[in-house]
């Protein structure tokens, strides 16, 4: 598994949780990564994503609620994530922006009950 995610579970509406993602193998440690989500039903939307250096982009869901973070000498990106409300629930997956295409990991689920 070249990128391992973890931190998912269950959580009541307005808690926080904090996702993990490490990065293993042939993947390198510059380069934009993220976090994308997808629900039952629905289509992988974006979460955030962070350059190399830093730079944010934040989905609309995600604004002023989540963070995205990173450690390059770790290879290792972090969401955490406050104010949960149950349309939030979905498996969230860290992703690898490499040249040749996103490379995925293989998803933490995250549920948000009411």
């Known amino acids: 598994v070249q990128l391992q995610a973890s931190g998912g579970g269950a959580v009541q509406a307005g808690g926080s949780l904090r996702l993990s993602c490490v990065a293993s193998g042939s993947i390198s440690n510059v380069g934009v990564k993220g976090w994308y989500r997808q629900a039952p039903g629905k289509q992988r939307e974006l979460v955030a994503v962070i350059t190399t250096v830093g730079s944010t982009n934040y989905g609309d869901s995600a604004k002023g609620r989540f963070t995205i973070s990173r450690d390059n000498a770790k290879n290792t990106i972090t969401l955490q994530m406050n104010s949960l409300k149950p349309e939030d629930t979905a498996v969230y997956y860290c992703?690898?922006?490499?040249?040749?295409?996103?490379?995925w990991g293989q998803g933490t689920l995250v549920t948000v009950s009411s």
């Open positions: 992703a690898h922006h490499a040249p040749a295409g996103i490379i």
